[in-house]
């Protein structure tokens, strides 16, 4: 296959970025397209020119490293899938492949590809666990749960915390990521205690970081290559609703 | 109460679906009255009606939160969107947004734009005229037959149906998003209300629309 | 066979059953005043880095954590998908504390330590109790209760699991735990940083050079103890089923500045991986173990099927019963298709090597689920339904439903990168790298031969022996974080509570900072023709044709000379582009596979001179009549522990190893 790249590049934060076109004529569509992008960084390389600096690391689509936006959308054109495991089978000979980091206020770009999603993790610090030290456990199954309730914790708790939700949603917002864990904790027994605090604090914090609103366009539930359902945003509506109008303080 | 509870995003969001749903609400009231018109009774039976609304000290009252209800809806929408904004200053050079959502969803900015355009126009149509001048009160004149004399503009009646495209898109999406935003999320009711939503976004409009267009063409006498 | 003196594994006295009892009782204390002076370098984000750092800083420990990702979350842990094994004994079925020791060191081909192996079966059940507190969603049965499946090498159910991403879920629990010592300031987390250094002052592991990768800059972090949660080194495969990241450089410097690195040539093999699809292939992709509860594995019995499956000319399922070859069945019938990994590698690679191999490169065998899809929950389905002689498209139809719910994530996954569809064609499957059972020698403390230097997880050797059992990994790398390094960590710090921060400007760490800063000038310098990937790919040839799955002495010879000269050939002709003093994953990249090409070294030496087949270590010439590993427990029956004198030059100690609570035994799944 024929392929011509259009990839940004940007040398760090400061500077201001352009687009860069390539071309690579030994594609295979069994690769994988960070294994497109490993070829065209070894012709790069060969070249003496800088090769693209993009984020990755297990390839198997569940660390969440991955971060492309490809042709207008976040990993591209399949639903339900990483960059890493979307095959260039998904493309056609002498396509034209537009790939930008995501944008987002909070996700500074660090280099080319490459951006900053620490503050997922700051929100995480927020609120998103149980405080329970180790060694202070009971018995596992003293603790039950229902059957769907731990489903419905699971598909939650399935999220990589990649972004494509935010890179997909036209006000940059959050509001999947952090709802996804709310809802986690918010649908087992062992949440219960912090439920209130945790969704206050979150939220609070979400806000902080610099991330928009949610317009309920649903792009990010259709764009996360883990599904994660709109219904966790609601759920999380909800949690705020109460936990603000109970709040004591 | 936590202190500052809609000065965060979903408690703004919050007012928003309130705000929204009020106004859904009395788009009900308002559209149910309107259509006595096509009773084609000469307008006596919705005239009836209307000298009922505006001498009820409930309505009164109801009137002044109407206002309110815009206003709140108008300015969070502008706080919002500016937030909105700031939170993606460099965009993307190539959106394919129209894969992952409904066009109309991420346009209620500008459909409602639209709508508060078309929303001053109406005001300064009709109840500026009622309220503010002695033209109806007088007896002079009806309400219907304001309506008659401004809806036999052809201009007037082909802004009034495009407002109520916009409006028919501007409920399409946000009826269903103002019961997500309260996160009234459920397997079987949510489907249900994105049905009910549906439909309503169209026949509520739709009958809107249809008044200038009978009223012009002198379906309606 | 004596156990060398520099190899002190310091094992409590006393019954097995007792000893770990004993210790905790008797292990010196450090009071709650004194441990917020002591400061702790924890070096991995993984299972067993992010639940020892959470745990330690619960303890009062000022912590500081690393990690070369963007974020503690993105750790390798999370990529394991089929479950955690714990001594519950939920199921009923007879599983005991015990049993789950028996289990691994015999999975373990007996060449782990009885000690440290009973205790990990201990704590096992400790770990699910702290998981689901933490709120990690286990599935569960429709009472509520926790549900268990079965893996590899056990004959009960004793594996936890949360669908086909059990490694995520622990992942994230021991990540919150660990975000929330960050929010509370009892750690300090460094993420984006690599370490390329160990800092040692009179002998003991003082500190951390570590490389900010945004800004390229070096920075020296003091620490009383310094712990190594790095993880394994099965990239030196270049292929495997690791992250591309994932990288042997802490350890080995560690190794390096004097830590013993023990059993380096185990290495696992993991029987059910995606093969290969062409030369652009940068990683490998594990199809999870738990598929074998359900999958069958076959080749065709006559050649001729298989070569014209090869070319395309026929499809599998076409291939009749009878002219099919189960050959895991009929080769172990008692354990069949779930015979523990190295055994199951091996038998592929043998039928493949016979001319039985079903893809176009010959290196594959099928896993095909239609006859437990059609036959096993099919037939359930049917029956609960009343449905009398369903057809086989009923029972298909019927059975769909049950196995998308145990394997639909693993099967979308095939299906996405193959482009085949598992539930109507069999899986192809071939053996890939996945786990490196070696690693820095600990003792009972799990401290390395470095005083205050410690190595958890899979960046150790403790618990596997030879072989790892699957569920496992996940097991060892919590246990090591949230049980054992919690209470062991006491015993030398409660040594240190008098010795004052010492400060970064010591001459140690500059002098540290300098080899690291040398290494890094010498990289950017030589600007050679070829890509770091060239090289690595080459060494990954290298390991996997003559260090992999079966090895001979003389392919270990010449690898080891093959190795040599490509490291040569590397530090004059490698290219690496940009700046050290920016983002430069290139650089990176360097920097691991320069140490890989020394640790390739020291696997080819230790595979070499371990003249036995034990577990993930097959030397061909060592093998019973029918192809089984032999081993020779009269003069191998140790630990081999590597010390560093210089580069081609390692000096061996031996560990032996005493089995009094277990008998050693041919291992047999027959």
Redesign the interface.
Known sequence: MKITLKV?RQ??KQDAGH?ETYQLDNV?P???F???F??L??K???E????V?F???????????CSM?I???PHG?LR??TTC?L?M?SFKDGDTI?V?PW????FPV??DL?V???A??RI???G??????????????N?????EN??K??LA??C??CGACVA?C????A?LFVAAKVS??AL?P??QIERKQRV?NM??K??EE??????????CE??CPKGIS??N?????????C?????E? | ???G?FS???????IMGLTGMFLILFLIVHCGINSLIFLNDGGETFNRAAEFMSHNWLMRTLEVGLFLGFILHIIQSLI?TL??K????????????N????WY??S?GLLGTLILIFLILHLRHFWVVSRFTDHISSGEETLYDEMKEVFANPIVVIIYVLAQISLAYHLM?GF??AF??????H?KYTPIIKKIGTIYAIIIPLLFALMPIVMYLGIVK | MATSPKLDAKIPEGPLQEKWTRYRSTVPLVNPANKRNLEIIVVGTGLAGA?AA??LA?LGYKVKAFCF????????S??AQGGINAA?N?QNDGDSVYRLFYDTIKGGDYRAREANVYRLAEVSA?I???????????????????SNRSFGGTQVQRTFY??G?TG??LL?GA???L??Q??LGQVQ?F?RHEMLNIVLIDGKARGIIARNL?TGELERHFGHAVILASGGYGNVFYLS?N???SNATAIWKAHKKGAFFGNPCFTQIHPTCIPV??D????L??MSESLRNDGRIWVPKKLEDAKAIREGRLNPNDIKEEDRDYYLERRYPAFGNLVPRDVASRAAKERCDAGYGVNATGEAVFLDFAYNLKYKYGMMEANRLGIKNPTEQQLKELGRPIVEEKYGNLF??YK??T?VDPYENPMMIYPAVHYTMGGLWVDYNLMTTVPGLYALGEANFSDHGANRLGASALMQGLADG??II?YTIGAYLSNEIRTKPISTNHEAFVQAENEVKDQINRLMSIKG?H?V??FHKRLGKIMWNKCGMSRNAKGLQEAIQEIRSLREEFWKDV?V??TDK?????LEKAGRVADFLELAELMCIDALHRNESCGGHFREEYQTEDGEALRDDANFSYVAAWEFKELGNWELHKEELKFENIKVAQRSYK
């Open positions: 940004w040398k760090n687009f295979s069994d690769m994988s960070l294994e497109m490993d070829v960084n070894e790069l390389i060969s003496g020119k800088e090769p600096a984020d990755h690391d297990c390839r198997e689509g569940i660390c969440g490293m936006y042709n207008g959308r054109p339900g899938v495991q095959h089978r537009v930008e944008r987002s206020t909070a660090i280099k490459t900053d999603r620490s997922f993790d995480i610090q927020a998103g666990y149980i405080s329970v030290n180790t060694g202070s456990a009971r018995d596992a199954n603790i039950l749960v229902p059957k731990a489903d914790a699971f708790a399935a990589i915390g997909a036209k006000n940059a917002s509001m986690q904790f087992l062992q949440g206050l939220v609070k979400m806000d610099g991330f928009g609103n949610c317009t309920n366009t649903g792009a259709a764009e709109l219904e945003i609601a759920r999380m509506n909800r949690e705020y609703i936990a603000a109008l109970t709040s303080k | 109460m936590a202190k509870m965060y995003s979903i408690g703004k969001k919050l919002l937030e909105n700031k939170a993606r200053k460099i965009g993307y050079a190539v959106s394919n947004a894969a992952n959502s409904k969803s991420r209620m999406h269903q998003s997500q935003t309260l996160g009234l999320n397997k | 639940s959470a745990s619960e990702q963007d974020s503690a979350r993105r750790a390798h999370i990529a519950k939920y400790n699910i109790d702290q998981c689901v507190a933490q709120g990690v969603p286990f599935a569960r049965e429709y009472g509520g209760y926790l949360a669908a991403q995520q879920q994230l990540y919150s735990a975000m929330r960050v929010a987390m993420a945004i089923t992250a591309m990241g699809s062409g652009h292939q940068s990683k992709t594990l979308d996954m996405q990168i482009g949230y049980f919690p023709k890509t990937d060239h290219k582009p940009g920016e983002f430069n994953p290139e």
